[in-house]
């Protein structure tokens, strides 16, 4: 990568419905771009709390990320990276509020407001799914319909983005060359 990166940190986020491999691209990306990537907080607060959450929760969820992802920027800005990498953000607590009870947190709308971004990455849900104490969607169905959400979300704002599909070395090898252009 001989890339010239702009003076500001880029964010790149990171979407998509459970066991699309958003974490495994996010540690590929900064891997090969040299820089650093946020984790999902989600995980963390389930693996400590369990999976029997409650809508409050998932508003504990969304202010650990955006406090998580706050940080993280932080520490960017004082290594002075220049691309960063996200794994979920609020339009993925957008989508599990009203996925699983059918409404949302205002703080999650209002950081979706405040919030910006410079490019979304979409995982399609062609992977095989993988089992872990987590993940709650096994079927395709729901995972595709969940896929649709997010789609819709970024079709309809102004963010550029791209879907992210197939197997590696392809999967991550699109995702690198969108990243690069989007830098140019």
Aim: net charge negative.
């Amino acid at each position: 990568m001989n890339q010239q990166i702009p003076n500001k940190i880029f964010k790149i986020v990171v979407i998509g419905p459970e066991s699309t491999g958003k974490s495994t691209l996010c540690q590929r990306l900064s891997d090969y771009f040299k820089t650093d990537w946020c984790k999902e907080y989600a995980r963390d607060f389930l693996l400590e709390h369990g999976t029997d959450y409650t809508y409050d929760d998932l508003l504990k969820v969304a202010k650990g990320q955006s406090n998580a992802e706050d940080a993280f920027i932080q520490s960017m800005q004082l290594k002075e990276k220049k691309l960063a990498f996200i794994d979920t953000d609020m339009y993925v607590m957008k989508v599990w509020c009203e996925f699983v009870f059918g409404k949302c947190h205002p703080f999650i709308l209002n950081e979706i407001l405040q919030r910006s971004y410079d490019g979304y990455l979409l995982c399609k849900p062609d992977l095989p799914w993988v089992k872990d104490e987590l993940r709650e969607y096994p079927d395709l169905k729901t995972r595709a319909l969940l896929y649709h959400h997010y789609r819709d979300i970024l079709i309809n704002q102004a963010t550029p983005w791209y879907e992210v599909s197939g197997e590696d070395p392809g999967r991550t090898e699109g995702a690198i060359q969108w990243v690069n252009k989007l830098l140019t």
